[in-house]
């Protein structure tokens, strides 16, 4: 009984990282320390949403009021925008 069990255990793949791991990744890229991509090499992070999830969650920065990351149209843009409608 407890070898068919085990035959029907599969190993978790997510990892869970202590509060203060967390904590110590969102002050470094808080602080301009480091990048993203260099936090998860250097704790191992599989996932740059994960790092992301806990800069929403634990970081200072206020997600509601961010400005998207679209250029602004230049004035040739615009006034062929104009013309065109």
Same mark, same amino acid.
């Given at each position: 009984?407890?070898?068919?069990l085990k035959s029907l255990y599969i190993?978790?793949?997510?990892? #869970?990282?202590?509060?203060?791991?967390?904590? =110590?990744?969102?002050?470094?890229?808080?602080?301009?320390? $480091?990048?993203?991509?260099?936090?998860?090499?250097?704790?191992?992070?599989? $996932?740059?949403?994960?790092?992301?999830?806990?800069? /929403?969650?634990?970081?200072?920065? #206020?997600? #509601?009021?961010? /400005?998207?990351?679209?250029?602004?149209?230049?004035?040739? =843009? /615009?006034?062929?925008?104009?013309?065109?409608?």
């Open positions: 009984m407890e070898e068919q190993k978790r793949t997510q990892k #869970d990282y202590s509060l203060s791991l967390k904590l =110590q990744i969102v002050k470094e890229v808080e602080f301009g320390e $480091s990048l993203i991509t260099h936090c998860r090499q250097k704790y191992g992070i599989k $996932s740059h949403a994960t790092v992301l999830n806990w800069l /929403r969650t634990y970081g200072n920065f #206020d997600w #509601d009021y961010q /400005r998207p990351y679209t250029m602004e149209k230049t004035p040739e =843009q /615009r006034i062929m925008e104009l013309e065109t409608s």
